[in-house]
T-cell receptor
Framework: GQQLNQSPQSMFIQEGEDVSMNCTSS?????WLWYKQDPGEGPVLLIALYKAGELTSNGRLTAQFGITRKDSFLNISASIPSDVGIYFC????????????FGTGTRLTVIP | GAVVSQHPSWVICKSGTSVKIECRSLDFQATTMFWYRQFPKQSLMLMAT?????????EQGVEKDKFLINHASLTLSTLTVTSAHPEDSSFYIC??????????????FGPGTRLTVL
């Protein structure tokens, strides 16, 4: 199946720093989702985006749905140790359709 | 958000045996659930879509006779790995949509089941 390209693949940052990661695709998506996965756990939804250009925040997290509908980014401000994990973007092409395509993931390590 | 549970959280079995994994939506009814597989350090790959009251839809390359899916009620889908082999060892994760939400596209994931086949 199609995969979304996520970058960077991994990041090592100091506690308190801001983080930015993005997700790109050659296809248009109608919905963009950002998930965080801790080791041995299922992905947990962080932010959902439903409109091109939409900018949505959830606490220290901010995500945007790209105008072209082919990309999205996620920012984390003032990182803390519990932000450690793997962040996945996911896109859906049509409302009600099955096709949720996942990004390759960004592994975040926060150094206290 | 909607809550999805999975059972068991981990299972170890001998090669050739069958293993059943349950996925439940705890606070909503899910007409559609999804089964994913995730190998170490890789992303999630959709295996099949489980539809309540009808046959599952399998992704290309996924053997339907090996990965049996049953969605007998609006809150329960099961995945049975038949005649499991070591290469089936993986992290199996289910998800479900909550049709009661304004945006029904969003999928909520279970905590996953780690399958190890010896």
């Amino acid at each position: 199946g199609q995969q979304l390209n996520q970058s960077p693949q991994s990041m090592f940052i100091q506690e308190g720093e801001d983080v930015s990661m993005n997700c790109t695709s050659s296809s248009i998506f109608n919905t963009w989702l950002w998930y965080k996965q801790d080791p041995g756990e299922g992905p947990v939804l962080l932010i959902a985006l439903y409109k091109a250009g939409e900018l949505t925040s959830n606490g220290r997290l901010t995500a945007q749905f790209g105008i072209t509908r082919k990309d999205s980014f996620l920012n984390i401000s003032a990182s803390i140790p519990s932000d450690v994990g793997i962040y996945f973007c996911a896109g859906q092409k049509l409302s009600g359709a099955n096709n949720l395509f996942f990004g390759t993931g960004t592994r975040l390590t926060v150094i206290p | 958000g909607a809550v999805v549970s999975q059972h068991p959280s981990w299972v170890i079995c001998k090669s050739g045996t069958s293993v059943k994994i349950e996925c439940r939506s705890l606070d909503f009814q899910a007409t559609t659930m999804f089964w994913y597989r995730q190998f170490p350090k890789q992303s999630l790959m959709l295996m099949a879509t489980s539809n309540e009251g009808s046959k599952a839809t399998y992704e290309q390359g996924v053997e339907k006779d090996k990965f049996l899916i049953n969605h007998a009620s609006l809150t329960l889908s099961t995945l049975t790995v038949t005649s499991a082999h070591p290469e089936d060892s993986s992290f199996y994760i289910c998800s479900a949509r909550d049709p009661g939400l304004a945006h029904t596209d969003t999928q909520y994931f279970g905590p996953g089941t780690r399958l190890t086949v010896l």
